[in-house]
């Protein structure tokens, strides 16, 4: 009989227990034993969860207090030279989130380590730095202790650990001669002594996540995956299931069998069809694991067609060789639908979260094995929630598809070039050389997030919220004009967050209140849903900014989200293709865009740090994303006249694949992350020589760290040597929601500072 799995379940916790843990330890309000305490209660409410509702094969390991590519740093010991003197002066458990977030004292300081995103999705995790003579060993046992820690409550697991090979490629190292693979030698042998200690604790099976997998290869980093799984397989009395997902395997397929795994992972919701050649050829005696179910996404599975592609298997493998599972780990969900009592009741009925989906696999495996008649009427009201969310008049809107059909071509253009724009915006705009500016968001704070609680609440009238929201903003600029920026922002205090602030505004959303999805570390977002045609019915934006601009003689930017961040930071519907969301999106931010300028707002944002990560994962796909969704930004900025100035924010995003799609997109300005990365980013820009104007982040916001005004210099000195100083602005990575004053004042100040700095060295 087939049996069923999960790959990793959410680890935030049920009500973000472990985001407020996480930040009462960093605030010094808990001591790490208690921290601990809250950790493993997550962890066996997970086991718990997973089991009450027929899941059999439970993972371990999957829970992090941060990131799992960093446990996996931790464990194998690449722990960064520049930390490694840190050990005799804080906790193991300070050097771990030291890592993460940076660390300093009054004499010291120490940068974070990079930041990237996990493949396509908005999860962020930390680079793992690899030197050409890195030394691993096990230095934590997290994964033998996790499974101890599971059967000590009863439950056998299945421990997950990131694969040797991917975490590697996922790697970077400061030596360009030198390629992190080659350091897969020195770490096998540690991933070997870490399954023979599972093994003594009682494991079995171990998940071994290889998603680079879904990747395209070259023979080289075949070779390395063989030699690879060859070491490992050797280790006496464990079997590796074998994890791949986020795509389809293409030509790695052929490779992938031929390694001595006991076991598959496939995702059947990115790549359906490939189940047929994997059924072709996968070993006969190989475990097929069956992701069926969308881990990555809220709709309901349409059962019948997941129990169609599992009899196809069923029938052609055996079923007492499947296991039915979600297509990668549920951690991208939202916990609990049951949890959700606000949501319209149609459109609450087509959806499932984390624990929902844990049904919908059981369902599937019933069936699987002749068990049709206990499920008989989950089958039945999943048909009807089915067929009803295809005809609902919630979903579909003929005037919204009507007036995408009429855009025209030169919609998606600027009037004058880059040169005649950038001419009449320095006359405009009047500003210095290496202007400054921040990229959006000032701090949330308490007293903030007290006021929006209690207008939601109904214990704060609207015109009293108003006022309180006008002050905060009036205050804002005042600081700003104080520190000396020259480019200012609202600071978008009446934002909860830069896609939920849209989402609420425009038709065809709807927002959840307790759907929050882990984006790093302690970070958690709810994502809306767009569930159908997308409009909208007034402006968004417009009355905060111009009330912004009429507390100062400086140019205030008009904050937007772009269309492609929006659709990737949403739960989309998956209806219809993803790109005709998009253009949906674009028209109605057009029309933002418009109003914005009409009011007197010079300068307009339109953000897109999801741009890379919407990017295909396979080649041969990339090149039609780029086309529609840079055409999703050029058609929110065409209208936008010579005079008005548009500027775009990216980060943590490797650029050499999209840089073509960015200079596309011809935005007067760019503003990228680049502190982390010592401004190595910047290299693609010189070697492209992108034309526009480039403001590299030389202030770090996810890091707690305040930069020194020295520090900056050098990062605007890198960035010098990279970009003109005509084409040169000072900014941070990214907006400073996250960060509290008493660390943004400073760090600013230091920005404005190395800014002035640098315009008094060059020629006048």
Not at 406 to 424: A, T
Not at 691 to 718: A, C, F, M, W
Request: net charge negative.
């Amino acid at each position: 009989m087939s049996t069923t799995s999960s790959l990793g379940y959410p680890r935030i916790g049920k009500q973000r227990e472990l985001k407020f843990a996480l930040e009462k330890y960093w605030a010094g309000k808990i001591p790490a034993q208690e921290l601990f305490t809250i950790a493993a209660k997550l962890r066996r409410q997970q086991w718990i969860t997973q089991s009450e509702n027929q899941i059999q094969i439970l993972p371990s390991n999957d829970f992090s207090l941060y990131d799992q590519v960093l446990d996996t740093t931790w464990m194998v010991g690449a722990i960064p030279a520049r930390f490694q003197q840190l050990k005799s002066q804080i906790s193991d458990l300070d050097l771990y989130f030291a890592m993460a977030r940076g660390w300093q004292n009054e004499t010291e300081q120490f940068a974070a380590m990079e930041m990237t995103k996990w493949f396509d999705t908005n999860y962020h995790h930390i680079v793992p730095e690899i030197s050409r003579n890195q030394k691993f060993f096990l230095n934590d046992l997290k994964p033998v202790n996790e499974f101890i820690e599971a059967k000590n409550a009863g439950f056998i697991t299945r421990p997950v650990l990131i694969g040797p090979v991917s975490y590697l490629l996922l790697s970077k190292t400061a030596d360009s001669a030198f390629s992190p693979l080659e350091a897969l030698p020195n770490l096998l042998p540690v991933y070997c002594e870490l399954l023979v200690r599972l093994v003594e604790a009682g494991a079995e099976w171990v998940q071994i996540d290889e998603p680079c997998l879904v990747l395209d290869l070259d023979e080289k980093t075949h070779t390395k995956f063989s030699k690879a799984y060859d070491q490992l397989h050797a280790v006496p009395g464990i079997h590796i299931l074998l994890a791949t997902y986020f795509d389809g395997l293409g030509e790695n397929l052929s490779a992938l069998v031929k390694l001595p795994v006991d076991g598959l992972h496939i995702d059947l919701i990115r790549a359906p069809k490939q189940l047929e050649e994997v059924l072709s050829v996968i070993p006969e005696n190989m475990i097929l694991s069956l992701g069926l179910v969308d881990g990555r996404n809220v709709w309901c599975t349409d059962l019948e067609q997941a129990i169609q592609l599992a009899k196809l298997a069923a029938n052609k493998h055996g079923s007492d060789k499947l296991q039915i599972a979600p297509s990668c780990s549920l951690q991208f969900c939202p916990y609990d639908l049951d949890l959700e009592i606000e949501i319209d009741p149609e459109i609450y009925s087509w959806l499932a979260f984390a624990r929902q989906k844990l049904v919908e696999v059981s369902v599937i495996n019933a069936v699987i094995n002749g068990k049709e008649e206990s499920v008989t009427q989950i089958l039945a009201k999943n048909k009807k929630i089915i067929t009803n969310r295809a005809i609902s008049n919630k979903v579909h809107d003929s005037q919204i598809q009507q007036r995408l059909k009429e855009v025209e071509n030169s919609d998606y253009q600027r009037h004058g070039s880059f040169e005649q724009r950038k001419q009449i915006q320095s006359a405009v705009l009047n500003l210095p050389p290496l202007p400054a500016t921040t990229i959006g968001s000032f701090p949330q704070t308490g007293e903030i997030r007290k006021q929006r609680a209690l207008f939601t609440q109904g214990g704060l009238s609207l015109e009293a919220y108003e006022d309180f929201l006008k002050q905060e903003i009036a205050d804002t600029i005042r600081v700003q004009e104080e520190l000396g920026l020259d480019v200012l922002v609202h600071g978008e205090s009446e934002r909860t967050d830069m896609v939920e602030y849209f989402a609420e505004q425009l038709r065809g959303f709807t927002l959840i209140h307790h759907g929050w999805v882990q984006s790093y570390g302690s970070r958690a977002v709810r994502p809306p849903i767009i569930y159908g045609d997308i409009s909208r019915p007034a402006p968004m934006t417009v009355k905060w900014a111009r009330y912004a601009q009429s507390l100062t003689a400086k140019p205030v930017k008009g904050m937007l989200t772009g269309p492609i961040t929006i659709l990737q930071w949403s739960f989309v519907r998956d209806d219809q293709p993803r790109e005709i969301t998009c253009r949906q999106l674009a028209l109605a931010l057009r029309d933002e865009v418009q109003d914005l300028q009409t009011a007197g707002i010079k300068i307009i944002q339109v953000d897109e740090p999801a741009l890379r990560e919407g990017l295909p994962l396979h080649h041969a796909e990339q090149k039609a994303y780029l086309n529609w969704a840079v055409d999703c930004f050029r058609l929110v900025a065409g209208t936008a006249r010579d005079e008005t100035q548009i500027h775009t924010h990216m980060c943590y995003a490797e650029f050499e694949d999209i840089i073509d799609a960015i200079i596309r997109m011809d935005a007067d300005v760019i503003s990228i992350e680049a502190s982390r990365s010592g401004m190595e980013l910047l290299e693609i820009f010189r070697h492209f020589q992108y034309p526009n104007d480039v403001g590299p982040g030389v202030y770090d916001i996810h890091s707690p760290r305040i930069p020194s005004t020295l520090e900056i210099v050098d990062l605007i000195r890198k960035a010098l040597q990279v970009i003109p100083a005509e084409q040169l602005w000072v900014n941070p990575d990214c907006g400073l929601k996250t960060r509290r004053w008493e660390e943004v004042l400073p760090s600013l100040q230091n920005l404005i500072a190395a800014a002035r700095l640098y315009r008094r060295m060059l020629p006048a």
